[in-house]
């Protein structure tokens, strides 16, 4: 038994390694590659001006593009455009494709449901909360939490308190917030 279940606790370390499932930024620009959501999850680029110069590059190599995949600065970036956005899952020259490839499929998907199918820029604008909670949904640090669409809508709605996204107010989601941050330290 014991070399079993040394076995198991191995096989447990690999599969909790975050460096397996690590996403290094999500990014959103527009048609014109001007940033409407980016969020870096480590120093790869540590300052404002070098994420710009990095968004600018990917923006560049992808925006006429029609695969989904680029190498991009040592990276691996999978990308889709829906009418004026462009949405990026970034991780390491390493990182399965895959695991990158359910990330933004999984955002996508969510982001269409959240908001009915309308996937362009001024109604994301106008859910920038809901963009929010659901990608702090599918990504914690790098890690990825989830990659079932239904289930980020489901737990974005529950944060809502059940009010449609579309009519909270700035203010309820942070009272929302500041509830999930209350309970985390009640834990």
């Not at 540590?46 to 925006?63: C, D, M, R, S, Y």
């Amino acid at each position: 038994h014991a070399s079993a279940s040394a076995g198991l606790r191995k096989m447990d370390a690999v599969l909790l390694d975050p460096s397996l499932y690590t996403v290094k930024a999500v990014l959103i620009l527009d048609n014109d590659g001007e940033r409407l959501f980016a969020k870096y999850y480590d120093e790869t680029y540590p300052t404002v001006k070098e994420q710009k110069a990095f968004e600018k590059n990917i923006f560049n190599k992808t925006h006429r593009t029609d695969s989904e995949i680029a190498l991009l600065e040592g990276l691996t970036v999978v990308y889709k455009s829906s009418i004026d956005l462009y949405f990026y899952v970034i991780g390491s020259s390493h990182e399965n494709e895959l695991m990158l490839m359910a990330v933004l499929n999984c955002l996508f998907d969510s982001l269409s449901q959240m908001l009915r199918k309308n996937v362009e820029k001024r109604t994301l604008l106008e859910n920038m909360e809901g963009l929010f909670l659901a990608v702090d949904e599918i990504i914690d640090g790098g890690v990825i939490l989830e990659s079932d669409p239904q289930q980020v809508v489901h737990r974005v709605a529950l944060r809502g308190d059940d009010v449609p996204l579309t009519e909270q107010t700035v203010s309820q989601v942070l009272q929302s917030a500041k509830e999930q941050i209350k309970w985390s330290l009640l834990r």
